[in-house]
């Protein structure tokens, strides 16, 4: 079974809906992220958490907001999906050490109609 | 904050060359540089990665090189294959930053790559 894993894997939306993205890890790492990927821009950081009770905004936080309902599972809701929020959405997870290295999920590629 | 840019954004190549993606970091601060594979369809998977005490790293076809002066580094691939053909990024972190900074990567902006049989 995958370390990071991702629901759903594809999601097609009509704007104004609300949509929850979810990940959930087996790794037993303390630290997970969102991202969004867009053509030419590649990763940019949407909400990061470094614990249950600990929640972050990263560089493109509007319209977006999270929830970290256990060590193991972090959510990213879009409130209001809107079309140029149209985008491939990956979960990261990371572990505390002498490194940062992160380990990503699958992806959910979201379209916005 | 970090600032990272990695060019070119796509390269071609034929089988069996050499490949090479460069990215220059802003903050003399960082001191961790991975590098990650993105397959179609699935997310970025590490690489190689490389910490600022050392200038170069292997894995059998895959180098990076590191130099803090400059504040560049670089992804060597020889003897490339068509399953090398990916999207990869680059990324710099402190992970003793303090801060806004603490535990986060930059990302470069992605190289299409593209080996042809």
């Known amino acids: 079974d995958a370390d990071v894993t991702q629901t759903p894997r594809n999601r097609i939306t009509k704007t104004g809906k609300r949509i929850m993205l979810e990940c959930s890890q087996t790794?037993?790492?303390?630290?997970m992220y969102w991202y969004r990927q867009d053509p030419g821009l590649g990763l940019r950081l949407i909400y990061y958490?470094?614990?249950?009770?600990?929640?972050n905004k990263g560089e493109i936080s509007d319209g977006y907001s999270v929830s970290r309902q256990a060590q193991a599972k972090f959510s990213l809701s879009l409130e209001s999906a809107i079309p140029n929020q149209t985008a491939l959405y990956f979960c990261?997870?990371?572990?505390?050490?002498?490194?940062?290295?992160?380990?990503f999920g699958p992806g959910t590629r979201l379209t916005v109609l | 904050g970090e600032n990272v840019e990695q060019h070119p954004s796509t390269l071609s190549v034929q089988e069996g060359d050499s490949a090479v993606i460069k990215c220059t970091y802003s903050d003399s601060a960082s001191n961790y540089f991975p590098w990650y594979k993105q397959e179609l369809g699935k997310g970025p998977q590490l690489i190689i990665d490389i910490r600022s005490n050392v200038g170069e790293k292997k894995d059998q076809r895959i180098a990076v090189t590191l130099n803090k002066t400059a504040k560049h580094f670089s992804l060597h691939i020889t003897e490339t294959q068509p399953e090398d053909s990916a999207v990869y990024f680059c990324a710099a972190s402190n992970p003793h930053a303090g801060g806004t900074s603490y535990g986060k990567l930059t990302f470069g902006q992605g190289t299409i790559l593209t080996v042809h049989p």
């Open positions: 990261a997870t990371a572990g505390t050490g002498s490194t940062d290295t992160q380990y």
């Open positions: 958490s470094f614990d249950v009770k600990d929640i």
């Open positions: 790794k037993g790492h303390d630290r």
